[in-house]
């Protein structure tokens, strides 16, 4: 590979000395056709004009021609991607160092992960924050739909949460409001699996706290229903949570808790639904509670499943 590396890079500075070459012909050539006819101080200013101009940007970024950055695995992996997932930190230090703002830090393998992907994974929060700030987007989704923050939430990493969150945030909002393939936001991952705290940082970023999520058209307070969590029925209403949001099938969070054991959550939520919205869909027919329990058995299980 070293051999390959300096072969490539004897060629980009042969390169350079030609198009440097080409550059002070050209130079030299739009100069001379038209020196005769240009007063001193505009043929100077012209020369100071030439001096500042740049060369291409393609010779801002040799090492975007490094043989070695083709190199992939019967994975898809890249050698970035195996120093990551070895956890190999100075190594993958080094070609971040070589790859600022290249494409090649948003490769991703087989499983479509990048490279900051699998940095969350492996709870690796400086990698992840060195990626963001080398230009790896963190909007890319992997095979399921979903980005590194969507990973975060699953996996409860406060450190790698917080990085996400803190480091290039111009793209954060689009990411807070992006379903994964399974139709859940970042905040409806987090309350899934009762992250509390960042289910509370998400909001207060900008995640719509009513946002519905594409099975059911459930919020994250009809999921703390299902979950029969308490505690995050309470934070989601205290953060501003609908009560009175409607699933695709006309149910208020209060309806979820039909059938359910924990009294607490129905009281809270009977106390602050609409007195009209109160009465379960069609309640005149003697099949409607055993609907809405078929429903809510059929969605918490597709829950539990999308979510492991």
Not at 19 to 39: A, T, Y
Not at 168 to 185: D, E, F, I, W
Not at 213 to 239: F, K, M, P, Y
Request: proline share 3%; net charge negative.
């Amino acid at each position: 590979m070293d051999i390959q590396r300096e072969l490539v890079r004897s060629n980009f500075m042969d390169y350079l000395d030609e198009m440097d070459h080409k550059i002070g012909k050209i130079q030299e050539e739009r100069l001379d056709s038209g020196v005769d006819s240009l007063k001193e101080d505009e043929y100077n200013k012209i020369v100071e004009e030439m001096g500042n101009l740049e060369l291409p940007s393609i010779v801002e970024n040799p090492h975007s021609y490094e043989v070695w950055k083709q190199e992939v695995t019967e994975d898809g992996d890249t050698y970035l991607h195996l120093a990551v997932i070895h956890e190999a930190e100075d190594c993958a230090k080094q070609i971040i160092n070589q790859s600022m703002n290249d494409q090649f830090l948003n490769r991703q393998n087989n499983q479509r992960q990048t490279a900051l992907h699998l940095a969350v994974i492996t709870e690796q929060p400086h990698i992840v924050e060195k990626l963001l700030k080398a230009g790896c987007d963190p909007r890319l989704v992997d095979h399921s739909g979903n980005t590194a923050l969507h990973l975060a939430c699953k996996r409860g990493s406060l450190p790698c949460f917080s990085v996400l969150t803190q480091i290039n945030t111009q793209h954060l909002r689009y990411v807070l409001s992006l379903p994964n393939y399974s139709g859940h936001s970042c905040l409806h991952i987090a309350s899934i699996y009762s992250y509390l705290s960042m289910v509370e940082s998400l909001v207060q970023l900008g995640a719509d706290v009513n946002a519905k999520e594409q099975c059911s058209g459930r919020t994250s307070l009809h999921l703390a229903v299902d979950l029969q969590n308490l505690d995050l029925v309470d934070r989601l209403i205290a953060l501003g949570a609908d009560t009175n949001s409607l699933t695709y099938g006309g149910y208020t969070p209060y309806h979820l808790t039909y059938g359910r054991q924990n009294s607490e959550i129905r009281q809270h939520l009977y106390e602050r639904t609409a007195q009209d919205l109160r009465e379960l869909p069609e309640s005149e027919s003697e099949d409607s509670e055993e609907e809405l329990s078929s429903d809510d058995e059929y969605m918490y299980d597709d829950i539990q499943f999308g979510g492991k």
